[in-house]
């Protein structure tokens, strides 16, 4: 049996989204003062994993692939009211990580893509509930409701050697 490389990737990899949304008002990040927002999340990715000829358990790795941090509204607000951000993840069961950063946000940007961490958070992900928890802080002081979409992208590769095993291709 002979498969491409594209197709091989179609078959043992797959994106899992997910989005958080923060509320920053007036109270919050004035000059340096850190606001922390944390988020449980409940998720039973098996219907996924099925979509995509797959199994949680023939999973071998999730690795965050792409944070985005942007500016839903006010239309006209930019990032200069953040210095930096830094997203955690933790399960009841698992350490809390640090799986996203930024640091130094240029002024006139409305959205930014964070740094990821190359960990695989599998264990984290698989395990239908886990924790993001989100930490900014301020440059500038917020003048008026902020709000900010977290988008989350993760990549998700299962174990070849057990599709074929499974007769999955």
């Given at each position: ?160 050697s057990q599709l074929i095993n499974n007769k999955q291709l």
């Open positions: 049996m002979i498969f491409s490389c594209k197709k091989i990737d179609r078959l043992t990899n797959f994106y899992i989204d997910s989005s958080i949304r923060i509320t920053l008002d007036t109270t919050s990040n004035s000059n340096t003062v850190s606001d922390i927002w944390t988020f449980i999340v409940n998720a039973d990715y098996t219907s996924l994993y099925i979509e995509n000829n797959s199994r949680t358990d023939l999973s071998e790795t999730i690795v965050l692939d792409k944070l985005l941090f942007k500016i839903a509204s006010p239309e006209y607000q930019n990032l200069s009211i953040l210095k930096s951000a830094e997203i955690y993840i933790s399960t009841d069961k698992l350490e809390e990580k640090k799986i996203a950063w930024v640091e130094n946000i240029n002024d006139n940007l409305t959205i930014v893509e964070m740094e990821t961490s190359e960990d695989n958070i599998q264990d984290y992900i698989l395990n239908n509930q886990y924790v993001l928890r989100c930490v900014t802080t301020g440059r500038n002081p917020v003048t008026s409701k902020v709000i900010i979409d977290i988008q989350c992208l993760y990549l998700a590769t299962a174990d070849l």
